[in-house]
């Protein structure tokens, strides 16, 4: 199945539980690059919060606790996706955001998706089309 698949390097998985960017470990063992991993939610963050939306906690592999079987680890281990997140929206703690919500919710975190593509094109460039 996935050997069609060109180049995927980013999975989120949005969620509302708290303003955080989780990048989850699926074993006990880090990946090679949970560093970069780390740095490229940081930035997010930090992008966010310089346009005034709210502040993001990063969650690293370093310091969460084994999640496996979930679609963020199965899409590092299994689709071997470099770069996989659990995206947790807003601070009320509902985990699934209603819908009424979204239209006001969501433009918060718009730069966060910048900042994702940013740094997927500063890191892959010359790789990705940059018109698709
Ligand atoms: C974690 O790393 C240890 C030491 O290299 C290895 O023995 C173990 O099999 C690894 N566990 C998993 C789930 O990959
Ligand atoms: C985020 O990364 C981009 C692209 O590498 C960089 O230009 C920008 O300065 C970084 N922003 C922060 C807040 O670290």
């Known amino acids: 199945m996935y050997n069609k698949v060109i180049l995927l390097l980013l999975y989120l998985n949005l969620h509302s539980y708290g303003n955080r960017l989780i990048a989850w470990k699926y074993t006990e063992n880090l990946t090679d690059c949970y560093e970069r991993h780390v740095a490229m939610g940081n930035n997010a963050s930090a992008t966010v919060a310089a346009a005034g939306g709210p502040s993001i906690t990063v969650v690293g592999a370093d310091e969460g606790y084994v999640m496996s079987g ?33 239209r006001e919710a969501l433009p918060q975190y718009y730069q966060a998706f910048v900042s994702f593509a940013e740094q997927i094109r500063k890191e892959f460039g010359a790789k990705v089309n940059k018109n698709g």
Do not use: N, W
């Open 70 to 102: 979930g679609s963020v680890g199965y899409a590092m281990e299994a689709a071997k996706i470099l770069y996989s997140f659990a995206f947790e929206l807003t601070d009320d703690h509902e985990v699934l955001l209603p819908e009424r919500r979204l």
